[in-house]
């Protein structure tokens, strides 16, 4: 298995994207890009750290390649919003592709670049090094399952793109 660490705005809206691409075994809500040690939801949301809501991805590269997760990672977010992901306002809410090795940030680096040649508005996602993932709390992993409802009045609201 590979990971791949993405921000993506709000962790209970990019989830399902990705749980539901081929070669994808697992997907978990988290904190990645901050300083502090064990952040909990609600000092990431009200800026008390410095991480983004981040998901990591456990996929097989023989079933799906890093460069198909950035291409379903820029679908499915704003990528010249930088402050925020659709309702979600604020920089726990900004993107990110935190890499792990070279060959990941330059993929990522090519994908960024590729998107910026075909719009004239800046993008506004980081580029980071990997330096550490805290699982988000367990009411958060899997929210749109456990909580279909209220996940469709969120994804209703939110302006995301929600098939592919």
Not at 2 to 29: D, L, Q
Not at 146 to 160: T, V, W
Request: net charge negative; aromatic share 14%.
């Amino acid at each position: 298995m590979n990971e791949a660490y993405f921000a993506g705005g709000c962790f209970w809206c990019i989830t399902p994207v990705f749980r539901e691409t081929p070669g994808v075994c697992s997907v978990m809500a988290g904190y990645a890009g901050g300083t502090e040690p064990n952040p909990t939801y609600e000092d990431v949301k009200h800026g008390k750290t410095h991480h983004r809501e981040t998901i990591r991805i456990a996929y097989d590269p023989n079933q799906v390649s890093y460069s198909a997760l950035l291409n379903t990672f820029l679908w499915s977010v704003d990528p010249f919003d930088r402050c925020g992901q659709f309702i979600d306002r604020g920089p726990s809410y900004t993107l990110a592709v935190y890499y792990l090795d070279e060959e990941q940030r330059t993929a990522a680096l090519a994908a960024i670049e590729t998107l910026q040649e075909t719009d004239s508005r800046p993008v506004c996602i980081a580029l980071e090094p990997f330096t550490g993932f805290y699982p988000a709390e367990k009411f958060h992993q899997d929210y749109d399952l456990k909580n279909p409802l209220a996940f469709a009045r969120e994804m209703a609201l939110s302006g995301r793109k929600t098939a592919r």
